[in-house]
């Protein structure tokens, strides 16, 4: 008998949850220690971030930019997205304000998920140029207290509506995951932008995974 068709990053999330769920699924280094969180730890978090972003109305065919270190919640703010039907749009950390003014106008993004303060003035110092950027949500408040934009909105705060959400709607999560498809776009990826304007790739969920699966089938890791 065939197993769950695991065609997206969301399903993919749930399905590793359930099956190795106190298991470790990441590691961040933590002021000289590594940390470690278990895939239960991935998915709730995920889960919350998603549903927090369904609470701020995201939905199908919107952009999420995401734009800070690899971090854990950097994979969890995409895989959430994705849940919410959004599409990703990653950027780099040291992109100048031009690029990242561009990136996002380009890609109409509604909601950007920033590491921190230097990532949140880009942001601000941009905005008129993004008139679709509505929100902008920051993980490290340090700095923050300084601004005073009706957009800004702290990670902890947007987790702690998803988990509100959440018990409102126990199945919700669960029903937008299910109705995620591997065929539909995920992810927009930049081109390097070394001869001309970066141009945005479009991505499907189920083609990054199949992707990763030939690869480590020809190279188990």
């Given at each position: 008998?065939?197993g769950?068709?695991l065609?997206?990053l969301p ?7 359930a099956?190795?769920?106190?298991e ?6 933590q002021?000289?220690?590594?940390r470690?969180t ?7 978090r ?9 609470a701020?109305g995201?939905g ?10 690899n971090?854990p ?14 599409r990703?749009l ?8 031009d690029?990242?003014?561009y990136?996002l106008?380009?890609?109409?993004a509604?909601?950007v998920?920033?590491?921190d ?6 942001l601000l110092?941009?905005s008129?140029r ?7 949500v920051?993980?490290d ?7 005073d934009?009706p ?6 705060t947007l987790?702690?509506?998803g ?6 709607q126990?199945?919700l999560y669960?029903?937008m995951?299910?109705a995620?498809r ?15 304007r970066p141009k945005?790739?479009m991505?499907?969920g ?5 992707h990763c699966?030939?690869?480590?089938a020809?190279?188990?890791?």
């Amino acid at each position: 008998m065939s197993g769950p068709i695991l065609d997206t990053l969301p399903k993919l999330l749930a399905h590793n949850a359930a099956r190795h769920g106190g298991e470790i699924a990441l590691r961040e280094k933590q002021f000289g220690i590594w940390r470690s969180t278990s895939w239960s730890q991935y998915h709730e978090r995920t889960r919350a971030i998603a549903l927090g972003l369904r609470a701020l109305g995201i939905g199908a065919g919107d952009v999420v930019g995401l734009i800070g270190d690899n971090r854990p919640d950097w994979v969890m703010g995409e895989i959430a997205a994705h849940a919410a039907g959004a599409r990703s749009l990653g950027i780099y950390r040291d992109a100048l304000d031009d690029e990242v003014a561009y990136l996002l106008e380009f890609a109409g993004a509604k909601l950007v998920l920033a590491e921190d303060e230097e990532q949140v003035d880009k942001l601000l110092n941009i905005s008129d140029r993004v008139p679709t950027l509505r929100h902008i949500v920051y993980a490290d408040p340090r700095g923050m207290r300084k601004h005073d934009d009706p957009r800004l909105l702290p990670l902890d705060t947007l987790v702690k509506q998803g988990l509100e959400l959440g018990l409102a709607q126990p199945r919700l999560y669960e029903q937008m995951v299910a109705a995620t498809r591997g065929e539909d776009v995920a992810i927009l990826c930049t081109t390097s932008g070394t001869t001309a304007r970066p141009k945005l790739a479009m991505l499907t969920g189920g083609a990054l995974i199949r992707h990763c699966r030939s690869y480590l089938a020809a190279d188990p890791k």
